[in-house]
């Protein structure tokens, strides 16, 4: 099971999800309690191990703004609304992460990998399971959206997803992530696939 714990902005809760086997780690661009700046998240992952991704975080990026992000921080993946790549250069070492939320349906079919979340990113809002099982079972699907500790297991169970996202549902408050909680996240995710 595939494991990115998102909203990052401290070593303690990187340590914490890298040392716990997450899979990749995100950081937030946009306008949010959880936003760094390009600089600061470059600090953050410099003792980070370069089999962790890193992925970028942004929602309606001007191009200006994901320039400054892809030359800055050098993202491994971009996670942005589906329809923001068309006037995106992203280049060939970046993974693209489309975001498809609960009511959104692509006009010519699902991509290859996805991010599947319920309508507004980061409000721990629980994504539509009945849809994005129907999504999973024909692309790499990571489910976000309202999961936490005590529902990630029935998640993978129903979903069967690729991957699993979290952010809200491993912080103490909003914006300041828990270091046991993010380790018993990842703990629970890996132990149900």
């Excluded at 716990?20 to 306008?31: E, K, P, Y």
């Excluded at 370069?50 to 191009?63: C, D, G, Q, S, Y």
């Excluded at 408050?173 to 270091?179: A, E, I, T, Y």
Aim: charged share 20%.
């Amino acid at each position: 099971m595939f494991v990115k714990i998102c909203g990052l902005s401290s070593m303690d809760a990187i340590e914490a999800a890298t040392s716990a086997g997450a899979d990749a780690i995100g950081f937030v661009f946009s306008s949010s309690i959880r936003q760094v700046t390009p600089n600061q998240a470059l600090k953050l992952c410099r003792n980070v191990p370069p089999e962790i991704l890193r992925v970028a975080v942004m929602l309606r990026p001007t191009k200006d703004e994901w320039v400054a992000v892809r030359d800055t921080f050098v993202p491994d993946w971009l996670q942005t609304d589906a329809a923001d790549f068309g006037i995106l250069s992203v280049p060939v070492s970046c993974a693209p992460l489309p975001v498809y939320r609960t009511e959104q349906s692509p006009p010519q079919g699902w991509p290859r990998q996805l991010l599947f979340e319920g309508s507004t990113s980061g409000s721990g809002e629980t994504a539509d399971w009945e849809k994005a099982k129907a999504i999973a079972s024909s692309t790499r699907l990571i489910l976000a959206g309202g999961l936490t500790v005590s529902n990630v297991t029935d998640a993978i169970s129903h979903v069967r997803p690729w991957g699993v996202d979290v952010s809200s549902g491993v912080e103490s408050q909003p914006g300041h992530k828990d270091p046991a909680k993010i380790r018993a996240f990842v703990a629970r995710a890996m132990e149900t696939s």
